[in-house]
């Protein structure tokens, strides 16, 4: 049965890492909020919860190298998929820990949903702050609430919404019962 659930998740990762690849070219036809949508974070944040925090590690964080090898540079490899890497293995891993080990109500898929969002944007100013260094160039805090904050509020949106409904999906179906 183990083996079953590793099987599972592995597979369920590979979607989702496949999600996080094409969902940009889909959202990207709305050119004036296309990438306000955040459209990466969601198949990891859901990797996140209905993998394990291993898992939505390991997805978040290749995802977007692995999109900008393959698109030649969407998003730029330096900083932004960079940056946008260890953001997303944050939400990843944060999503799945704090569920983890919260309760089983539907209250806490949102505490777990919006700790990480929390978290991922830290480490993404974190990330942006040291690769700018590195640069030579500076990154302020003004560009670090515009670009974690103001600029992805339809993205936050749509994930708040969004991401809550298909985990319980996910839970009501037993989807989740692969993670004990």
Do not use: D
């Amino acid at each position: 049965m183990k083996n079953h659930s590793k099987l599972i998740k592995m597979i369920l990762a590979a979607l989702f890492l496949a999600l996080a690849y094409v969902m940009p070219f889909l959202t990207g036809q709305i050119p004036e909020i296309g990438s306000m949508l955040c459209p990466m974070h969601i198949p990891v944040l859901l990797c996140g919860f209905i993998c394990g925090a291993p898992w939505g590690l390991v997805v978040g964080f290749i995802s977007p190298i692995f999109r900008s090898l393959l698109t030649g540079g969407f998003p730029p490899m330096f900083p932004t998929a960079v940056c946008m890497a260890f953001e997303l293995a944050a939400y990843g891993a944060v999503a799945g820990i704090v569920y983890k080990i919260l309760p089983r109500k539907k209250i806490y898929i949102y505490v777990s949903l919006l700790t990480s969002m929390f978290v991922g944007r830290i480490v993404w100013g974190a990330a942006m702050f040291v690769c700018m260094g590195i640069k030579g160039g500076s990154f302020t805090l003004a560009a670090f609430l515009a670009g974690a904050f103001t600029n992805a509020v339809p993205g936050m949106v749509v994930q708040i919404v969004l991401i809550p409904i298909v985990v319980m999906l996910f839970e009501k179906i037993g989807i989740l019962n692969i993670r004990k």
